[in-house]
């Protein structure tokens, strides 16, 4: 250093030994990064030459430093997730900064988390944080892990140890687990001789912490710690994330474990911040470690530039030096003491405000008379003691900077000795804890330093191998925070779901209750180990527009810090339906401190009044009486409004009790539409209901529409009684024309008049013309043209009646092709009928409708057989249907109903089949099929009230066809 003493730098810089490496050139302790495998270390803080501890030095003057044997390293790793830490980055904001990325074995980057290291302003330690964005990347590498969490691990070398920091003061006389450890060289103390252990590295409190609190303000030149050597009073004091959390954030403790061998410690995160659903990332894991600079060191005016009483062992003194009995006192000269102290372990966010009380106490080892006399207290006015700290460097010692005096005497046999002196220090930390100092630093003298009478000595650190650490005990209380946004909630009933606090009176939340809960979280900076401070909350509801308070609660009682505290509306102070108000929350500690009112209001708006019920319109569908619109498998729109209600959620609708039911979401005064395929003809009704945002509902809109009969294609009556010819009912293009035969066919008694007619009443005026045309197997009827197009969806249908001789295959009904009948309507005896067998083990034949694959002789065919029986002199009416709505997955189906017994119709038999591809041009047929023009699977029997749809049919209509009621 050129023989001059420079200010020590944490400042990170290129590693020229190590490629990608960055390492710190100038600080108090050798830092170096790197990238590393899995589980490796990329972190190594080391003390090769001695700087932390009081190795070499005997208190004498002038007394040469000597540095250690060992290699004094700690070496940091994450050893439980498998991935590489990546090559370091320099923060190009930050020169204490680097950040390293984390590496999958594909060499991909791991986005969402990255190790940050940022290192003290001397260089005297470091810390590293695990940065980790959301609670899926932590998930993600708790599961790379296989469950064990994420770890940083501590190893250090052969010549060092790790054991548990001492306990702190808890200011009752009681001492607490400090949560810390520290690294101390292994000297003959751990080994019963008389060397006491140094103290090399210290590990503050490993914590992890989330971002409750919002986005974090940094300082302006990126720097982290602030001492009162850079801040002066009144500077706004900043806040850094990856250095402490900020007020409001969430913090947990880190599970640390020393190792039995004291070789290592681990510290593992807290499983349960990352379960919280209320914790906001990013988060942050901090165990960090820093060189054990609890310093201290004697000065004497009378060797002005010397430091050799740097980390003295034993005692020390104050005032004047007495020249006899003291070798070291070759020549007159004051002494003083100086002691700093790190405040790492004082929380982020701790004022002077909070600060109750501080001490500073120091074991006495002698005086030079039984007379007691004052030894005062000074904040001295450097905060740095160094190696290189002497009298003409002790900094100002002026009376604005006096603390406190005790008047005591050490010396053995006296009467009224002291030995462990307590010094008052609060305004110390007062000024430290506003300014954010990293380090305070306080001073000891002889109040009259001009008689050597009043000389006085005290322990720093160790007294003949024993532990008597000089100590500085803040006692502090913050105020519990106040209740944060994230954590207000509103609820509608004690179990109903958290709605989330809405900031805005134009968003209010909405509630179906007049008496609803509020709840908001409690926490207390102290409310974890060893404090512990427990919270109360009080909420109040205020009108909004009126401005007054609608309702104040009592404190809610304490509990654990971050609990949830919740109350309700007593009925006596009810809110008023469709009223907006806002609610705020305090909250108080245990010790009696509190907040305000919450800076956050929750708005909240009752609701306890349903909407109006919808409107419901259509224009294809007009509501009745408006008159007979559309048809089955017709779609149409059907709009539902808000009929002047203004907060709507969602409207809910069921087509025909149930046939289609479902809900569509809306908002305001919003109008929704859905389209609906009519399956039926006649009468149809949809009832709508409306749902505001706090859930009432409104009443029940029935809208009622009459849906178009489908439209017939060809209705033959065959109700002539004469002749050869049968009118079709239907003339409107286009047409099948008339049914016309020759021989073979005779008219008989139709169906209805048959089965339906009064049996006592042969002159029933409903029935007494009723006719039917007879096929004796020979014969045939033919139209002029053809009834359907195959390969769309129709309807067929007839009453049925087989001939007391009937046997085999008969079609009833059939459309030609060019060499084969299209469809077939008729009676079967093939084997897959479901029917029953006869007394004889005969299957009985059955009613089906089969469809030939293509228009060639020897093509083959696919049917739909009924379950229902074909019975010689029985009348049925059988539809056969083609169904090609869904064009890739067309259907066959065969419906039989015995018009004596309507009511007992079975379910239609459907089958799948492949779409029909070709075409019959050819007429309609009745009494047979057709094969290269001569007559196939003749029919026996009457056929009467022929009907042709080229569409679908609703059950309903062929119900009332079946029984007589549906003439047209």
Not at 149 to 159: A, H, I, K, Q, T
Not at 236 to 252: E, K, M, Y
Request: proline fraction near 7%; glycine fraction near 10%; hydrophobic fraction near 35%.
């Amino acid at each position: 250093m050129n023989e001059a003493w420079e200010p020590a730098s944490g400042e990170i810089v290129t590693d020229p030994a190590e490629p990608g490496g960055l390492t710190v050139a100038a600080g108090v302790f050798d830092i170096d990064l790197r990238s590393a495998g899995p589980g490796e270390p990329f972190a190594e803080l080391s003390d090769p030459s001695g700087t932390a501890g009081d190795v070499g030095w005997n208190n004498e003057p002038g007394q040469a430093h000597t540095p250690p044997a060992g290699d004094r390293k700690v070496s940091i790793s994450l050893p439980t997730i498998p991935f590489q830490v990546g090559e370091p980055v320099l923060d190009p904001d930050n020169p204490l900064r680097a950040e390293f990325p984390l590496v999958r074995p594909d060499e991909s980057t791991i986005t969402g988390a990255a190790v940050v290291v940022t290192v003290e302003d001397d260089g005297t330690g470091l810390i590293p944080v695990l940065r980790i964005d959301d609670v899926d990347t932590y998930e993600m590498l708790d599961q790379a892990s296989g469950g064990a969490g994420v770890s940083f691990v501590y190893e250090v070398s052969d010549d060092l140890r790790v054991e548990a920091a001492d306990p702190v003061d808890a200011g009752d006389g009681t001492e607490l687990d400090s949560g810390e450890f520290q690294v101390v060289e292994v000297t003959t103390a751990s080994q019963g001789g008389d060397e006491p252990d140094v103290t090399v590295f210290s590990g503050g409190r490993a914590q992890q912490w989330d971002s409750s609190a919002g986005s974090p303000v940094t300082a302006p030149d990126g720097s982290h710690a602030r001492t009162s050597a850079d801040v002066a009073e009144g500077d706004a004091v900043s806040v850094d994330r990856l250095i402490a959390p900020v007020d409001g954030d969430q913090v947990a403790d880190m599970d640390v474990e020393i190792a039995a061998d004291g070789r290592s410690v681990v510290a593992t995160t807290d499983d349960a911040m990352f379960a919280d659903p209320d914790a906001t990332g990013p988060f942050y894991v901090d165990p960090q470690i820093k060189g054990g600079l609890h310093e201290w060191t004697a000065v004497r005016s009378g060797w002005p530039t010397s430091s050799s009483s740097y980390k003295f062992k034993d005692s020390e003194g104050v005032g004047l030096c007495p020249t006899t009995g003291y070798p070291v006192c070759d020549r007159t000269s004051v002494s003083r003491l100086l002691f700093e102290f790190s405040l790492s372990g004082l929380p982020s966010g701790v004022t002077g405000s909070h600060v109750s009380s501080a001490t500073f106490s120091a074991l006495g080892d002698h005086s030079y008379t039984c007379n007691k006399y004052a030894v005062s207290l000074y904040r001295t006015g450097t905060n740095s003691v160094s190696s290189s700290t002497d009298w003409n460097s002790k900094g100002s010692w002026s009376e604005d900077l006096f603390l406190s005096q005790k008047s005591v005497t050490h010396r053995d046999g006296c009467a009224g000795r002291s030995s462990r002196v307590s010094w008052g220090a609060t305004p110390a930390a007062e000024k430290a804890a506003n300014l954010d100092w990293s380090y305070v630093t306080l001073g000891l003298r002889a109040a009259d330093e001009g008689s050597q009478a009043k000389w006085q000595r005290y322990v720093a650190n160790t007294l003949n191998g024993s532990s008597h650490k000089a100590q500085f005990t803040v006692t502090f209380n913050r105020p519990p925070l106040m209740p944060s946004t994230a954590s207000m909630r509103t609820k509608a009933t004690s179990t109903g779901d958290e709605l989330a606090c809405a900031t805005s009176s134009s968003s209010a939340t909405v509630v179906r209750t007049r008496q609803p809960y509020f709840q908001a979280r409690g926490t207390d900076p102290e409310g974890e180990a060893p404090w512990n401070q427990s919270v109360e909350l009080k909420f109040r509801v205020i009108d909004h527009v009126a401005g007054t308070v609608r309702w104040e609660s009592s404190w809610t009682g304490l509990q654990a810090s971050t609990s949830t505290h919740r109350v309700r509306v007593p009925e006596s102070k009810q809110l008023t339906s469709l009223r907006t108000y806002r609610w705020q929350a305090a909250a108080r500690d245990s010790s009696g401190k509190s907040t305000g009112w919450s800076d956050t209001n929750c708005y909240v708006r009752p609701d306890v009044t349903g909407p109006n019920a919808p409107e419901v319109n259509s224009s294809q569908y007009p509501a009745w009486p408006a008159g007979v619109s559309g048809g089955v498998a017709q779609a149409g729109t059907f709009t539902f409004s808000a009929n002047g209600s203004t907060d709507l959620k969602l409207y809910k609708y069921s087509f025909n009790d149930g046939q289609k039911a479902d809900s569509i979401t809306t908002s305001g005064s919003g109008s929704k539409s859905v389209s609906f395929a009519p399956s039926r003809s006649g009468y149809n009704e949809v009832e709508v209901q409306s749902q505001d945002v706090a859930g009432n509902w409104s009443p029940v809109e029935k809208y009622e529409f009459w849906v178009g009969y489908p439209a017939r294609d060809g209705l033959w009556h065959l109700d002539e009684g004469t002749g050869t010819t049968s009118l079709n009912e239907v003339t409107t293009a286009p047409t099948a024309g008339n049914l016309t035969w020759s021989t073979g066919v005779s008219w008989g008694t139709g169906a209805l008049r048959e089965t339906v007619a009064d049996p006592d009443d042969p002159d029933d005026p409903r029935f007494v013309d009723d006719k039917a045309l007879v096929f004796d197997g020979t014969g045939f009827a033919r139209t002029s043209g053809p009834a359907v197009a195959i390969d769309k969806s129709y309807t067929i249908m007839a009453f049925i009646k087989p001939a007391a001789d009937f046997s085999g295959v008969g079609a009833a009904i059939s459309q030609e092709g060019d060499k084969r009948g299209a469809f077939h309507l008729g009676y079967t005896d093939n084997a897959d009928c479901g029917t029953d067998f006869d007394e004889t083990d005969h299957q009985l034949p059955c009613w089906g409708l089969w469809v030939k694959d293509a228009d060639t002789l020897d093509s083959g065919h696919v049917a739909a057989r009924s379950d229902v029986p074909a019975v010689a002199g029985q009348w049925v009416h059988v539809v056969g249907t083609y169904d090609a709505s869904d064009p890739a997955h067309p259907t066959l189906s065969v419906r039989v109903c015995n018009p004596s017994a309507p009511f007992d119709t079975p379910e239609p038999v459907t089958v799948e089949i492949d779409p029909v591809t070709w075409t019959a041009p050819g007429p309609m047929r009745l009494g047979s099929g057709v094969r290269a023009g001569v007559p196939e699977w003749p029919f026996r029997g009457a056929v009467d009230d022929v009907r042709v749809y080229r569409e679908l049919v609703e059950p309903e209509r062929l119900d009332r066809i079946c029984w007589g009621a549906d003439a047209s």
